[in-house]
């Protein structure tokens, strides 16, 4: 019985083998495509290539497929079939954007890796390294981490970024990360599923955005399924995404919809208009002369003598940036006993920076500058090339950005309470009317305290002050730790303002009316004895109001009713 069974395990793999090598010999393989989109402003960033091979050839996967490669020693030439697949349908499907390539670190191990094969093939579809990021999971490597470092090397030294794939899904650490230095951080499916209602995943995906910012790693999350994922991602600052939510894989590479992407622009204009740092780097972007990839050095020489001011020259290829000329690297080379000669009737191709810092014009300042200054030591003030939707725009540099969040520091700093240092009246209205003008939902709360008057009268105004800082505080403290959904104002005396963007307003109300009391009777028993606070909830989306004036209106009938109602109360008004 054991030696039948073990006969049809023998023609099974027989049979499988067979299927394998015919698919290799026959090029057996059709390629799709998914998008991967900014969670800014919605727009494509590049596709991700994925392999699928024709069903009339075999009932494997192509998971299995790669599994039995590996067992088989054929890995290296069934990663090529795909690879020259992915790269073939890319160009006739006319992909310019980044296209994300799959890789197994296990195809190092085979002799023809060195072969120069995707340089080659590159190459017949005019087609350039830099628009190629190698994606690399992390699963099997492991094992062999000389191996790995080595294929992210070996890929890097030729001009292509790296990915780290499927990070979080229970392989990868700290110290894979800091040893392979990707360009871009993929984080895994299963951190990203449920991650609006799981508090560890939230906490660990924060953490990702807060090391890649500071890291200059670009982070993308996978398999977005769902809205409240999408706003999940979106509020903890993921700046690009990839899922069925955006678009599945298809052979003609797909854009998310006009709606999806009207959404993505209406929630960020929501979550950016609570911060003065979310100014876009558009605000500083400069006019510089450009390059084609084939101009010569000779002609950046006389440019760069002629402008003492001009401190680097963007390098484009069909109105997209592709590397930029820093001046004192330039001047290195050129300048050198036999630079001259030596480059002078090259192509700035030769010189230019490959991997230069490439931003789009609506991305926030604060972000810029995280990335401009996480930069190596050398490159921290060369300049920035600005993009729109991936198409030259201009320039900027590090001063230009640090002036200017300086500057609208000092102007948000003008409207701040100078009681509880919370945004004052300028900054609620332009809040509220950004909220209107996003058309999304919101709650506005109207936030005071009953009896104030008589407190401030019996007890003296300093004491009055303490109280109110006391409620700005437990509003401030709330904001903390949901900085991501809400918003706390001060209009003045003991009244404020705070917006919910969620869907449950009654919790938050509950949470003030809990933490108060708290803090008011810590503070004094006897004052808990003399005060309270009412909350005058409306719903700011449904109501379709026009403007902050018409809110105000409906939050002041709500608010008589609810002091009407005595005590730590809240009402709301739908």
């Known amino acids: 019985m054991n030696t039948a069974i073990s006969n049809v395990s023998d023609v099974r793999e027989n049979i499988r083998r067979t299927e394998l090598r015919n698919i290799i010999d026959k090029k057996a393989v059709n390629t799709v495509f998914q998008p991967i989109i900014s969670l800014r402003t919605g727009q494509v960033y590049g596709y991700e290539a994925l392999s699928r091979v024709m069903p009339e050839y075999t009932s494997l996967n192509i998971e299995e497929l790669f599994n039995l490669a590996l067992k088989e020693n054929c890995m290296w030439d069934f990663d090529a079939v795909c690879r020259?697949?992915?790269?073939?349908?890319?160009?006739?499907?006319?992909?310019?954007?980044?296209?994300?390539?799959?890789?197994?670190?296990?195809?190092?191990?085979?002799?023809?890796?060195?072969?120069?094969?995707?340089?080659?093939?590159?190459?017949k579809y005019s087609l350039s390294p830099e628009n190629i990021v190698f994606e690399i999971t992390e699963k099997s490597t492991l094992n062999d981490m000389p191996a790995f470092l080595n294929t992210l090397e070996h890929y890097s030294n030729q001009g292509?970024?790296?990915?780290?794939?499927?990070?979080?899904?229970?392989?990868?650490?700290?110290?894979?990360?800091?040893e392979a230095q990707p360009n871009f951080i993929k984080i895994d499916i299963g951190l990203i599923r449920d991650v609006n209602s799981d508090k560890m995943k939230r906490n660990l995906v924060k953490v990702l955005v807060s090391f890649c910012n500071v890291s200059g790693i670009v982070l993308i999350a996978e398999g977005i399924e769902t809205n409240k994922e999408l706003d999940t991602l979106m509020t903890l600052g993921v700046e690009f995404g990839q899922g069925y939510l955006i678009a599945r894989p298809n052979t003609m590479p797909a854009k998310p919809n006009a709606e999806l992407v009207e959404y993505i622009n209406r929630f960020n204009i929501t979550k950016n208009s609570k911060k003065y740092s979310e100014i876009p780097v558009a605000n500083v972007m400069?006019?510089?002369?450009?390059?084609?990839?084939?101009?010569?050095?000779?002609?950046?020489?006389?440019?760069?003598?002629?402008?003492?001011?001009?401190?680097?020259?963007?390098?484009?290829?069909?109105?997209?940036?592709?590397?930029?000329?820093?001046?004192?690297?330039?001047?290195?080379?050129?300048?050198?006993?036999?630079?001259?000669?030596?480059?002078?009737?090259?192509?700035?191709?030769?010189?230019?920076?490959?991997?230069?810092?490439?931003?789009?014009?609506?991305?926030?300042?604060?972000?810029?500058s995280k990335q401009a200054t996480a930069r190596d030591g050398s490159n921290t003030y060369d300049m920035i090339i600005i993009t729109n939707n991936g198409v030259y725009e201009g320039v900027t540099n590090v001063i230009s950005i640090l002036e200017s969040l300086t500057e609208h520091r000092i102007h948000y700093a003008r409207h701040l309470n100078p009681l509880t240092g919370l945004p004052g009246n300028l900054i609620i209205e332009n809040e509220i009317q950004n909220c209107i003008n996003a058309n999304k939902r919101f709650y506005a709360m109207y936030v005071d305290l009953n009896k104030f008057k008589r407190i401030n009268d019996k007890y003296g105004y300093k004491l009055g002050d303490d109280v109110i800082c006391l409620i700005g505080k437990v509003l401030s403290n709330i904001y903390e730790e949901?900085?991501?959904?809400?918003?706390?104002?001060?209009?003045?005396?003991?009244?404020?303002?705070?917006?919910?963007?969620?869907?449950?307003?009654?919790?938050?109300?509950?949470?003030?009316?809990?933490?108060?009391?708290?803090?008011?009777?810590?503070?004094?028993?006897?004052?808990?004895?003399?005060?309270?606070?009412?909350?005058?909830?409306?719903?700011?989306?449904?109501?379709?109001?026009?403007?902050?004036?018409?809110?105000s209106s409906a939050l002041s009938l709500v608010k008589k009713k609810c002091k009407a109602m005595n005590g730590n109360a809240y009402l709301i008004e739908e």
Request: hydrophobic content about 40%; overall charge neutral.
């Open 84 to 123: 020259q697949k992915a790269i073939e349908n890319a160009a006739l499907q006319h992909i310019t954007s980044k296209l994300f390539l799959n890789v197994d670190p296990h195809i190092i191990h085979d002799p023809k890796f060195f072969s120069g094969m995707t340089n080659a093939y590159l190459a």
């Open 286 to 368: 400069m006019t510089a002369p450009t390059f084609e990839m084939n101009d010569l050095n000779e002609k950046a020489y006389e440019l760069f003598s002629e402008n003492s001011k001009l401190y680097g020259i963007p390098v484009i290829k069909d109105n997209k940036p592709m590397g930029l000329l820093v001046r004192n690297k330039f001047f290195e080379k050129y300048g050198h006993r036999f630079g001259r000669d030596l480059y002078s009737k090259k192509p700035v191709a030769l010189i230019m920076d490959h991997h230069p810092l490439i931003v789009e014009k609506s991305l926030p300042l604060t972000w810029v």
């Open 160 to 178: 292509f970024q790296i990915a780290l794939d499927d990070v979080g899904d229970g392989y990868s650490g700290l110290k894979l990360i800091a």
């Open 482 to 551: 949901n900085a991501e959904r809400v918003f706390v104002g001060h209009i003045g005396g003991d009244d404020f303002l705070f917006i919910d963007y969620g869907e449950h307003p009654e919790k938050i109300c509950t949470r003030i009316i809990a933490d108060f009391k708290k803090s008011i009777f810590n503070y004094s028993p006897t004052i808990c004895q003399e005060i309270s606070v009412a909350i005058s909830v409306v719903n700011g989306y449904d109501k379709k109001y026009k403007t902050p004036a018409e809110l």
